[in-house]
T-cell receptor, first 109, second 114 residues
Framework: LAKTTQPISMDSYEGQEVNITCSHN???????ITWYQQFPSQGPRFIIQ???TKVTNEVASLFIPADRKSSTLSLPRVSLSDTAVYYC??????????FGTGTRLKVLA | DGGITQSPKYLFRKEGQNVTLSCEQN?????MYWYRQDPGQGLRLIYY???????QKGDIAEGYSVSREKKESFPLTVTSAQKNPTAFYLC?????????????FGPGTRLTVL
């Protein structure tokens, strides 16, 4: 199972673009990359999932380089309500995700 | 309104007592999961079930038990054998796809042992 490495914490200001990079060096050929957002005392919320190149939805973009050993979650124009913990996970088809400690994003006014 | 429900939201237990946490989903998902989260930590997998009447141990199954008698329900029992049960418990479900499977989480149950 692929493990992931993310920065422990990040600070940003409202209105800025935030990029959170995740390393997953031993990702397998068929693995997908998934990002979740979690607020205190709530369940994680699915943000975005991708396999290669770029994926975009209404809340975020996910950039995956050709070697797929890392990925970057991009949050455009963050607001105070984006303050949360963000988890990068690799799904390997075994019904098991491995959650690390995530990245604590703090958005400042 | 589709989704995953967990009850109760808060639960208090005396040492030595078993307690059961409820998880129900109406998403018609085949797979269901139980995670434990401790303060400042990520989620750790307790048990998971790919289909009805089948379940597998996760990374920290000791002191816990589950059943999967119905597709929509996956209750978790925290037994007295669990040495440090105070934690935030999260239930999730997913379609069970072989690739790009996405887990959807419930709101969680916070268990406190008194």
């Amino acid at each position: 199972l692929a493990k992931t490495t993310q920065p422990i914490s990040m600070d940003s200001y409202e209105g800025q673009e935030v990029n959170i990079t995740c390393s997953h060096n031993n990702i397998a050929t068929n693995d997908y990359i998934t990002w979740y957002q979690q607020f205190p005392s709530q369940g994680p919320r699915f943000i975005i999932q991708g396999y290669k190149t770029k994926v975009t939805n209404e809340v975020a973009s996910l950039f995956i380089p050709a070697d797929r050993k890392s990925s970057t979650l991009s949050l455009p124009r963050v607001s105070l309500s984006d303050t949360a913990v963000y988890y990068c996970l690799v799904f390997s088809g075994t019904y098991k995700y491995i959650f690390g400690t995530g990245t604590r994003l703090k958005v400042l006014a | 309104d589709g989704g995953i429900t967990q009850s109760p939201k808060y639960l208090f237990r005396k040492e030595g007592q078993n307690v059961t946490l409820s998880c129900e989903q109406n998403l018609n998902h085949d797979a269901m999961y139980w995670y434990r989260q401790d303060p400042g930590q990520g989620l750790r997998l307790i048990y998971y079930s790919q289909i009805v009447n089948d379940f597998q141990k996760g990374d920290i199954a000791e002191g816990y038990s589950v059943s999967r008698e119905k597709k929509e329900s996956f209750p978790l029992t925290v037994t007295s054998a669990q040495k440090n049960p105070t934690a935030f418990y999260l239930c999730a479900s997913s379609p069970g796809l072989p690739q790009a499977d996405t887990q959807y989480f419930g709101p969680g149950t916070r268990l406190t042992v008194l």
